[in-house]
Nanobody, 127 residues
Framework: QVHLAESGGGLVQAGGSLRLSCAASGRTFSSYALGWFRQAPGKEREFVAANSWRSYRSAYNTDYADSVKGRFTLSRDNAKNTVALQMNSLKPEDTAVYYC????????????????WGQGTQVTVSS
């Protein structure tokens, strides 16, 4: 069982930055792939970034949606059971509720495959 809790959302002007954090409980945190998704009103939950273990590389790999590549950075700290999303150069279209999720295996870009979700945190970017 993994419990996730996001924090760090808020209101920011276009071009600004925010840092979201997700704190997780559970002794096997390091074995989970972790992802960030967002959902705007009237839209489906959308992939933002995900971090997962790549056994063939013996390292974690981070994947980003094209819309955030170069602006957002996911970082993971297994010792603290946290995953963060640094968001720079924010745009009004980044406005959404942001969720972190965890899964043990599967397509990290597919929201339907995640086993656990946090409650979400609102990010609003004004123009």
């Amino acid at each position: 069982q993994v419990h996730l809790a996001e924090s760090g959302g808020g209101l920011v002007q276009a071009g600004g930055s925010l840092r979201l954090s997700c704190a997780a409980s559970g002794r096997t945190f390091s074995s989970y792939a972790l992802g960030w998704f967002r959902q705007a009103p009237g839209k489906e939950r959308e992939f933002v970034a995900a971090n997962s273990w790549r056994s063939y590389r013996s390292a974690y790999n981070t994947d980003y949606a094209d819309s955030v590549k170069g602006r957002f950075t996911l970082s993971r700290d297994n010792a603290k059971n946290t995953v963060a999303l640094q968001m720079n150069s924010l745009k009004p279209e980044d406005t959404a509720v942001y969720y972190c999720g965890a899964l043990r295996g599967g397509n990290t870009r597919s929201a339907g495959e995640y086993e656990y979700w946090g409650q979400g945190t609102q990010v609003t970017v004004s123009s």
